[in-house]
């Protein structure tokens, strides 16, 4: 009977590996377990999603990663940054941000939840591979105060061709964006020796700034509503220049009654040499109330021949396979 029960494990096994590596598309959601916030990135030859861990906030005490080669079969790499690699966290580690230079990786995090007189805000931690692990580069917050009414979080890093690194941050609907040093690790004041300057969107601008480059043109998306509702959505402007003026074209990212609701805090994922776009984002399944049960997606992102984004079709099938050139 043991030698039966053994074997019906095993062959349960075999068929779950077999259906997993036939699996046609990624699904949605990409991975199980509550996650939100997905930073997308291609590093080190490999597609990477660094999440975050969606529950109370003294509970996100830790990032889990995941990476693929193929968009569809994901890998969970756990705990790349947690507490005790950070002195100075004591609750809310969210919103990560990581970008590949000088032959590290960074990984930017919100932490603290912090608000005036308290400790906390941006962080940056460094590793020498993508899955970490990563450890507290400061010993201290990167930006800790809070300027032009943004509180310092869901910071994004966008490298412009001529290799400058500029930041882009805030909650509590400002958005303030930053120069950082070529080490990253500290901000470069402006020539008007401000160290920030608000380019907030849209009056309905909440949370969540994204940025990519495509065509000479810079495409600055953000979040909209609340993040713990069915209205929190994405939308986006178009600019000559990555610090604007931005005008609001519209939504790109909604829920959707029969697929899900609260989808929005973005990034997007270009495969490498193609002009072809995914985007990573967090929704609410219908059946779920509670504020942290978001799961992390991936859909097509698709640019009108105007160069306007067309509004994204949330499923649940996910995307096909698409692996790296050379891997």
Excluded at 305 to 311: L, Q, R, S, W, Y
Aim: one cysteine or more; proline letters at 7%; hydrophobic letters at 35%.
């Amino acid at each position: 009977m043991k030698k039966l029960l053994i074997l019906a494990l095993l062959l349960g096994c075999t068929l779950t590996a077999t259906e997993a590596k036939k699996k046609k598309t990624s699904g949605n959601p990409i991975f199980t377990g509550w996650y939100a916030d997905p930073e997308g990135a291609v590093l080190g030859g490999r597609y990477w999603v660094f999440p975050t861990y969606s529950a109370p906030y003294d509970q996100q005490l830790f990032f889990d990663a995941f990476s693929s080669k193929d968009l569809v079969h994901w890998e969970k790499h756990e705990r790349v940054l947690e507490q005790k690699n950070i002195p100075w966290l004591r609750r809310a580690l969210w919103a990560p941000a990581v970008i590949e230079a000088n032959g590290k990786y960074y990984l930017f995090f919100g932490g603290n939840d912090v608000h005036e007189g308290e400790v906390g805000g941006i962080g940056v931690a460094i590793a020498d591979r993508p899955e970490g692990p990563y450890k507290d580069a400061l010993g201290k917050p990167l930006i800790n105060e809070i300027v032009n009414g943004a509180q310092p979080i869901d910071q994004f890093v966008f490298r412009d061709d001529d290799g400058q690194f500029y930041m882009f941050y805030g909650g509590w609907r400002h958005c303030n964006v930053c120069r950082l040093s070529p080490d990253l690790l500290s901000i470069v004041p402006w020539e008007d020796g401000q160290k920030f300057h608000e380019i907030t969107p849209s009056e309905s601008y909440v949370e969540g700034p994204f940025m990519l480059k495509r065509k000479g043109k810079y495409y600055f998306m953000w979040s909209e509503g609340g993040w713990t509702g069915p209205d929190y959505c994405v939308a986006y402007a178009i600019a000559d220049s990555p610090f604007g003026p931005f005008q609001r074209v519209g939504k790109i990212l909604q829920g959707d009654p029969s697929i899900a609701m609260g989808a929005g805090h973005h990034s997007v994922i270009q495969i490498p040499g193609k002009d072809e776009y995914y985007i990573i984002y967090h929704r609410r399944p219908l059946t779920e109330t509670d504020g942290n049960s978001r799961e992390t997606c991936i859909d097509r992102l698709i640019f009108n021949a105007d160069g306007t984004i067309e509004p994204v079709k949330m499923t649940f099938e996910g995307v096909q396979p698409r692996k790296l050139k050379g891997k």
